[in-house]
């Protein structure tokens, strides 16, 4: 986790976490019946509608983004409403992870509304970006991966001094967030490389939503840097202007530290 907030409390954050907890939960209950070739299958008559109404695949194909409903102006609330959807333990664990480690200092220096902007934002974003790659794809998109890229995303220039603590084997070793990071965005931009080389998806996993709302949350937090310089903790020393002092008053002495009140934050990562 990131440096305990020293001003507000992460309400969204544990809520999201929340939300993406009981919609799995809700996922787990429903009944894993053989899934059917198409979505088109399961809601082309009401009968069908009702059929599947209790069935995982029914609630992914109505809840799920897919992109040729899309990309034809229907279900746009989908764009969202996928984002809160996970069928794999591991799928929603990963996102957990990242989310819980790095939202809270997203939201202690965005605010509720910002960090919630963010993580939509981002993975409506890259939902979209999905469309336009594979306009004419029946197979629903589904997870919070776009959302949390946005929150890595800003978290990256909001704290670029924070440090991750990660397991090597048994050993916890604390490396500097910059660098997990990188390790984490470099595959996925070589993935999606191979995505628009090939227009196809050979694991299932759309990288290109992780790159989009990546980016969206570096901009995020460029712009939110650029209009609020308290924020900017990776002014170098030399950077800061000196303090103008009087002839009667002896020369201050320069403190190039941070500013009181300030320090990295140390992120957690499991």
Same mark, same amino acid.
């Given at each position: 986790?990131?440096?305990?907030?020293?001003?507000?409390?992460?309400?969204?954050?544990?809520?999201?976490?929340?939300? +993406?907890?009981?919609? =799995?939960?809700?996922?787990?209950?429903?009944?894993?019946?053989?899934?059917?070739?198409?979505?088109?299958?399961? $809601?082309?008559?009401?009968?069908? !509608?009702?059929?599947?109404?209790?069935?995982?695949?029914?609630?992914?194909?109505? &809840?799920?983004?897919?992109?040729?409903? /899309?990309?034809?102006?229907?279900?746009?609330?989908?764009?969202? $409403?996928?984002?809160?959807?996970?069928?794999? &333990? @591991?799928?929603?664990? =990963?996102? !957990?992870? =990242?989310?819980?480690?790095?939202?809270?200092r997203?939201?202690?220096?965005?605010?509720?509304?910002?960090?919630?902007?963010?993580?939509?934002?981002?993975?409506? #974003?890259?939902?979209?970006?999905?469309?336009? +790659?594979?306009?004419?794809?029946?197979?629903?998109?589904?997870?919070?991966?776009?959302?949390?890229?946005?929150? @890595?995303?800003?978290?990256?220039? #909001?704290?670029?001094?924070?440090?991750?603590?990660?397991?090597?084997?048994?050993?916890?070793?604390?490396?500097?967030?910059?660098?997990? #990071?990188? #390790? &984490?965005?470099?595959?996925?931009? =070589?993935?999606?490389?191979?995505?628009?080389?090939?227009?196809?998806?050979?694991?299932?996993?759309?990288?290109?939503?992780?790159?989009?709302?990546? +980016?969206?949350?570096?901009?995020v937090?460029?712009?939110? /840097? /650029?209009a609020?310089?308290?924020?900017?903790?990776?002014?170098?020393?030399h950077?800061?202007?000196?303090?103008?002092?009087?002839?009667?008053?002896?020369?201050?002495?320069?403190?190039?530290r941070?500013?009181?009140? $300030?320090?990295?934050?140390?992120?957690? !990562?499991?």
């Amino acid at each position: 986790m990131s440096a305990p907030p020293t001003t507000r409390w992460p309400v969204v954050t544990v809520g999201l976490v929340a939300v +993406l907890v009981v919609v =799995f939960v809700h996922a787990l209950l429903l009944d894993h019946a053989p899934p059917v070739p198409y979505c088109t299958d399961l $809601t082309e008559s009401a009968q069908a !509608l009702r059929s599947s109404a209790s069935t995982l695949q029914g609630f992914v194909c109505r &809840w799920g983004a897919i992109p040729d409903d /899309l990309h034809d102006g229907r279900g746009l609330a989908t764009l969202v $409403t996928s984002v809160f959807i996970h069928t794999s &333990w @591991l799928h929603l664990v =990963f996102n !957990l992870a =990242f989310l819980g480690a790095f939202a809270p200092r997203v939201e202690e220096d965005l605010g509720h509304l910002g960090l919630l902007g963010v993580f939509l934002g981002s993975a409506a #974003l890259g939902g979209a970006a999905h469309v336009l +790659l594979v306009p004419n794809l029946t197979v629903p998109s589904i997870g919070a991966s776009g959302g949390v890229a946005g929150v @890595l995303g800003a978290h990256l220039l #909001l704290a670029p001094l924070a440090q991750v603590r990660v397991l090597v084997g048994p050993v916890p070793v604390r490396l500097p967030t910059w660098f997990v #990071l990188l #390790l &984490w965005v470099g595959p996925q931009l =070589f993935l999606t490389g191979v995505v628009l080389r090939r227009a196809e998806y050979p694991t299932g996993v759309s990288y290109e939503v992780h790159v989009v709302g990546f +980016l969206l949350g570096l901009l995020v937090a460029g712009a939110v /840097l /650029l209009a609020r310089p308290d924020l900017r903790r990776w002014r170098l020393p030399h950077q800061e202007r000196p303090v103008a002092t009087s002839a009667a008053e002896p020369p201050t002495r320069h403190d190039s530290r941070r500013p009181s009140g $300030t320090h990295d934050s140390t992120s957690t !990562l499991r």
